[in-house]
């Protein structure tokens, strides 16, 4: 299975090489792809290994708050559609930091953009690269550094060779092959309980043990309503945050087309969360407390088991095949997140530090593109050689969530105040960014989960009892914007306000589609 999905995405590859010559080519796909194809990529660059399996596994071990945690990836993207898609689109070029410079001073609102990004990307790209490795080792049965060595290296071949267009294509396959495995599981599970939800439900509900995390009602994952909000907040905003979901609305003709995208993509991705809520409950209903051990930590694996029980059990030629197809497509789901992230680190380094800081814009297109190509392979290799480094040991879910935090602290006050506040500058940009980062790494690091203090209590050395830190995070970051601006007395802008606010809102001015991609 694994091998049938690679030979796809490498032949889409070897198509798109011939289309990624030109900087629009590599970075933006020459801005040709379709609402409705954006809209499915943007699905798969968003349904990572963790949404697919970590919440299933999450529903399956916790039950109610397994769930609660999916809508807040589902909900973040109208934040995404009403702030900043159609205005990302007309205001942008190529990244994140384009759209900052526009009206700041270009050398530092780069820079403190470039840093939003790699800190996302590299939290972000670590925690799916050691999942990649836990998953094939599991599912496959390959050691651990293997299977995250081929992995990178395949993404790597879509990044360096194919560019946008590859890593667009490879997310449409994945998404779509995704919806597929997920959609035949769930009529699988719920032909078992004669289609009734309820029914579900209550086999899940009957199948727990006296010890059991598993219930219908909130507070066994998330027992502090105050983590619920603060989770929330990082997962809704942070989304509108994350540099390789708002890349993809440059690859798009124009804002109705960006704004369509997202359309496309809420609905895709909240059906896929309802699905994923059959398979969770589904999971419990028949594997029931027995599977817990064999889901593994964070019940990772509750889906691939499922799938191997609905097929027949173990060992039989159905439930082999139908564990060998959910387990092919994970591998897919894992190829296509981290090509998409390796390209707008890529992208961040090449086309906002070496091509507008280093040679001030001296340079061809052609060098740009070779940057950007080398960019990706160092980023790649380094992701796999801290992925081999950390083991399997290395916490995933905390890695996540200081992305999702990190992008929602940092990136996302910048965004939305340069796009709305005639008074922004660039001292505000540069404060924002690193109070953001800043704040969220180290009140992560000082969490109950990860520091190994000796306080019995919380775990943390300073009394900090919440897991994710978007509720003190996020208002820094906009606090840290609005100081840096007020307090500054720059007043010179390279652009003025009303000339971005128009050219976010009419399009005037935007960057166009190429007539035809690498001729």
């Known amino acids: 299975m694994a091998a049938v999905i690679l030979s796809i995405t490498l032949g889409i590859t070897y198509w798109a090489s011939k289309r990624a010559s030109s900087a629009v080519g590599f970075y933006a796909a020459g801005r040709q792809i379709t609402g409705r194809q954006n809209g499915l990529a943007i699905s798969g660059d968003y349904l990572s290994a963790a ?39 007309n205001a942008g070029k190529y990244t994140i930091a384009d759209v900052l410079s526009f009206r700041l001073n270009e050398t530092p609102a780069r820079a403190a953009a470039a840093l939003g990004t790699f800190a996302v990307v590299t939290f972000y790209l670590i925690a799916q690269m050691v999942g990649a490795g836990v998953l094939i080792e599991k599912l496959v049965g390959i050691d ?45 599970v719920l032909g078992k309980v004669g289609f009734n939800p309820i029914e579900l439900f209550n086999r899940a509900n009957e199948n727990k043990g006296p010890e059991s995390t598993f219930s219908l009602a909130p507070g066994t994952y998330l ?3 105050l983590d619920t909000v603060s989770l929330g907040l990082a997962l809704v905003l942070g989304t509108a945050g994350l540099p390789h979901i708002l890349m993809r609305f440059f690859t798009v003709p124009n804002a109705q087309a960006a704004r369509s995208s997202v359309v496309w993509a809420m609905f895709i991705i909240g059906f896929f969360y309802l699905l994923t809520t059959f398979i969770g409950f589904g999971a419990r209903a028949f594997l029931g407390e027995g599977g817990v051990e064999a889901a593994g930590t964070g019940g990772n694996l509750a889906a691939p088991n499922l799938a191997a029980f609905l097929g027949g059990g173990e060992g039989t030629f159905g439930g082999d095949l139908f564990l060998a197809a959910i387990a092919g497509v994970a591998f897919a789901t894992i190829l296509a997140v981290v090509a998409g992230l390796v390209l707008s680190a890529s992208a961040a380094f090449s086309h906002d530090i070496w091509s507008s800081i280093v040679r001030k814009g001296q340079d061809s297109e052609h060098e740009e593109v070779l940057v950007a190509r080398v960019a990706a392979f ?52 540069i404060a924002g960014v690193v109070t953001g980062v800043v704040s969220a790494i180290f009140l992560v690091i000082v969490s109950p989960k990860v520091w190994p203090g000796a306080d019995t209590v919380t775990g943390s050395p300073i009394g900090w009892t919440l897991n994710n830190p978007g509720i003190i995070s996020i208002p820094l970051g906009f606090l840290g914007c609005f100081l840096g601006t007020i307090l500054s007395k720059e007043r010179v802008e390279e652009r003025s306000f009303d000339e971005l606010f128009v050219r976010s809102e009419t399009g005037l001015g935007a960057e166009r589609a190429l007539e035809k991609v690498g001729a």
């Open 144 to 188: 651990f550094s293997l299977a995250v060595i081929v992995t990178g290296v395949f993404m790597l071949c879509y990044v360096i060779f194919g560019g946008m267009v590859a890593t667009t294509w490879v997310q449409i396959v994945k998404a779509v092959l995704l919806m597929a495995g997920i959609l035949t599981m769930s009529i699988f």
């Open 51 to 89: 949404s697919f399996l970590g919440i299933a596994g999450l529903i399956f071990l916790y039950g109610f708050d397994g769930f609660l945690y999916s809508i807040g990836f589902l909900v973040a993207f109208l934040t995404v559609m009403f702030l900043l898609a159609e205005r990302m689109r």
């Open 378 to 429: 160092g980023i790649g290799v380094i992701a796999i050689v801290i992925a081999v480094i950390g083991g399997s040991g290395l916490n995933v879910s905390f890695m996540v969530g200081l992305a999702f935090a990190v992008a929602a602290s940092a990136n996302f006050p910048a965004l939305v105040l340069a796009l709305t506040w005639r008074r922004f500058n660039t001292t505000g940009a």
């Open 223 to 225: 027992p502090k309503p």
